[in-house]
């Protein structure tokens, strides 16, 4: 496939690609450009030129249009779209089906918010008008991991193109392909050129580029803390703002008056969904010691319901994305081990899944307190560890005691208590009685502590993708 620079499909200038590997058995299927320095530099240049021309001259209701329409074609093109999804990231076709929907949707949302935003008056001294008007940011660079490629580009893209911005997206080099058919389908639809551009290469080569570009005014990141400080550092030196969601290790607590039949299949759910490589994964779980053995049993038995295979088999999970994940979540299960703790349960990897593919085992795990790294580290996979805690402050404590802050969930049917723990619990976003529902494009989301900052999804993005302008207007004699 093409990247999509000043609405042509091109590919890199230095002519070079990359092989992109199928997760579901490790072989190569397809190939991209390895865009650099000299492609993000075409791209920027696009963007910038869009704004003052075609793109920069719609009204927000055209660009809203625009972008309904976008979402229309992408559910005209649901199923290619997500077949291409699962090719790429291994994710069960089901799973992909619904990402799809949500990047339909997020053009959809967003769309009809362009021309929702308005400004404000503000009452100053007499013989004054002041106006405070909403302004696009001008070039917004977007760089986007691999574990939600479709979705990642909805949620990034959608609210800066609708306030009127023109992008350049820099998608994981593991996972790009749906973008990459979606700005084409963009295209399609009579995107002015400029708009949309979609490059494609190495995190270290056209990543770093877009992000240290001197002609962008704005960065969106998605991935790991790592890459998350050389991006604020990129963004220091421009003094431009950014956004950064660094991942989690979000907890759930649930108290001895938990409904059990609710919370069970969601807690699962939570840390096997996406085979755990999601950044709002519930990979913690607190749980009354009153209840504890029993919640374990219960939950055991669930859990070792679960079962890894291919797209096309559609069980609970995929593969993992690529070599690095897998053996990623492979230490943590060994370390967890060596640490002592309790396998409690397993889920299986189904019969027949081809060899070189990365699949890996969910695992429940027991702890007898919170001292394990497991408890810490992001693992990104289907490993779910449980420790037991007394009272509600401890609990609250717990959930607390990691350097994330992304979401968290607490079950429990007393009132005030529920209250009170949505409160004391440090995330973006907690749950009561559910756990990530139904995606949530309405609902605003972003970290606390080292998951970073800026918040994404609901009208709230409009307002980070945009700023302000403040016109103060004399009108005496
Ligand atoms: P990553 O390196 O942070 O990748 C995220 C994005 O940043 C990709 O598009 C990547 O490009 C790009 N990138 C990499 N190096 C860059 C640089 N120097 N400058 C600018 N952009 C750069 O994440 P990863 O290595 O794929 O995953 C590692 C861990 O990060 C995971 O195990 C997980 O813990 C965490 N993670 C979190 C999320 C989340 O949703 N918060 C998502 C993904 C990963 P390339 O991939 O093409 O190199
Ligand atoms: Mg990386």
């Known amino acids: 496939m093409q990247m999509i620079i000043d609405g042509k499909n091109t590919d890199a200038i230095g002519g070079q690609s990359l092989q992109v590997l199928s997760p579901n058995d490790g072989k190569a299927f397809e190939t991209i450009p390895r865009g650099r320095k000299a492609d993000v530099d075409l791209a920027v240049k696009a963007a910038r030129q869009a704004l003052s021309g075609a793109w920069g001259e719609l009204t927000a209701l055209e660009r809203g249009r625009l972008m309904i329409q976008l979402g229309q074609k992408i559910l005209e093109n649901h199923e290619e779209l997500a077949q291409l999804e699962s090719r790429d990231t291994g994710k069960p076709i089901s799973t992909s089906r619904a990402d799809i929907s949500a990047l339909a949707r997020y053009f959809e949302f967003y769309g009809g918010g362009a021309d929702k935003v308005h400004g404000q008056t503000i009452p100053f001294l007499n013989d004054y008008a002041v106006q405070l008007v909403r302004e696009p940011l001008g070039v917004t660079a977007h760089i986007i991991p691999w574990n939600y490629p479709a979705q990642m580009f909805g949620r990034s893209a959608a609210p800066a ?67 998350g400080v050389l991006i604020q550092q990129a963004a220091a030196v421009n003094a431009v703002k950014c956004t950064l969601e660094l991942g989690g290790k979000s907890a759930h607590i649930v108290f001895e008056d938990a409904n059990v039949e609710r919370a069970i299949p969601a807690i699962v759910k939570g840390v096997v969904y996406n085979t755990g490589q999601t950044c709002t994964a519930g990979s913690r ?9 029993d919640f374990m049993v219960r939950l055991a038995e669930e859990f070792s319901k679960t079962r ?23 230490h943590y299960v ?60 401890e609990a609250v404590a717990l959930s607390n005691a990691t350097s994330y802050g992304l979401m968290g969930a607490v079950w429990t049917e007393n009132g005030g208590r529920q209250q009170r723990v949505a409160k004391g619990m440090q995330a973006g976003q907690v749950y009561i009685n559910s756990f990530g529902a139904g995606g949530g494009i309405e609902l605003p989301f972003g970290g606390v502590k080292r998951s970073g900052h800026g918040r994404e999804k609901g009208f709230i993005a409009l307002e980070e993708m945009s700023t302000t302008k403040t016109i103060i207007n004399f009108h005496g004699e």
Not at 308 to 323: E, I, R, S, Y
């Open 308 to 330: 890894a295979g291919t797209p096309d088999m559609d069980l609970t999970c995929g593969p993992v994305v690529n070599k690095d994940q897998f053996d990623r979540v492979n």
């Open 161 to 227: 193109l609708a306030m009127g911005n023109a992008i350049v997206v820099k998608p994981a080099e593991d996972a790009c392909l749906s973008v990459l058919r979606a700005a084409e389908l963009a295209q399609e639809i009579g995107f002015p050129p400029g708009a949309i551009n979609i490059v494609t290469g190495l995190g270290h080569e056209a990543g770093a580029a877009l992000s240290q570009h001197p002609d962008i005014n704005f960065i969106s990141f998605t991935g790991s803390n790592e890459v």
């Open 334 to 393: 060994d370390q967890g081990r060596k640490d002592g703790l309790k396998i409690v349960a397993q889920g299986t990897i189904a019969d027949g899944v081809p060899a070189g593919g990365y699949f890996v085992t969910p695992t429940l795990f027991s702890a007898p307190d919170h001292s394990s790294c497991l408890l810490s580290d992001e693992i990104f996979g289907p490993v779910l560890v449980a420790v037991p805690f007394d009272t509600e402050a």
């Open 285 to 293: 779980l607190l749980v009354q010691r009153s209840i504890f053995d």
